[in-house]
């Protein structure tokens, strides 16, 4: 499959809703080419060079228009894919293309697994004073990922895996080195906010 590029230092996941204030003036062809033909394009991975990964997206509506041209509009991830040629630009456009090929996505997860995912996750987003409530059944490994302190790399690391369970598996781990580092955080906050004021402390019995 053939795909216009769009190439930025993110990662788009699948299901994800993505907004993008568009000013240059050949990703501007690119969404206007993209709006006239309704097919979607592709969110290519840049890291210190393209990264070979993307997610491919399609446009779900334009938020505003700008006098100047610039644009804000809505997208929406749908699958991973992984880049097998790049032209750039493409033959008679400003932007970039390239053939890409779909990763495979096995869905399936085993249900203590999501289990042990949801408790972790819980707990993280606790911690990061995330507000909201969520169904657990309806969460999946890329559901929350932005909001979970990933680095890029990782973040990247997780597109291409190409089942849940090892998404899930990636994700937990991460909760189980995170959290404590978050803790003790928290609690050197704590003590930090104690210094300067009388402190009540029980007597040791030796």
């Known amino acids: 499959m053939y795909l216009p590029f769009f190439p930025l230092k993110l990662v788009a996941f699948p299901g994800e809703e993505l907004n993008l204030h568009i000013f240059e003036p ?27 990964f993307g997610t491919e997206v ?48 096995d869905p399936k ?8 995912f949801i408790f972790y996750l819980k707990e993280m987003l606790h911690l990061l004073n995330y507000q909201g ?15 979970l302190g990933l680095k890029l790399e990782e973040e990247l690391e997780l597109l291409q895996l190409e089942s849940e369970s090892q998404r899930t598996e990636y994700l937990i781990k991460h909760f189980k080195r995170m959290i404590p580092v978050i803790k003790a955080v928290e609690l050197a906050k704590e003590k930090i906010k104690l210094n300067g004021h009388f402190k009540h402390l029980d007597p040791l019995n030796f």
């Open 109 to 116: 997860i085993p249900e203590f697994l999501h289990h042990e």
């Open 133 to 147: 409530d969520f169904d657990p059944d309806a969460v999946n490994s890329y559901t929350f990922t932005h909001k």
């Open 26 to 52: 050949r990703y501007r062809q690119l969404i206007a080419d993209v709006e006239e033909t309704r097919k979607s394009f592709g969110i290519c991975v840049y890291l210190n060079s393209l990264s070979g």
């Open 58 to 105: 399609v446009l779900e509506k334009i938020n505003k228009r700008y006098e100047d041209g610039r644009l804000d509009i809505q997208t929406r991830g749908l699958r991973p894919f992984k880049i097998l040629s790049f032209d750039n630009p493409m033959e008679g456009k400003l932007y970039a293309g390239g053939t890409i090929a779909y990763l495979n996505d």
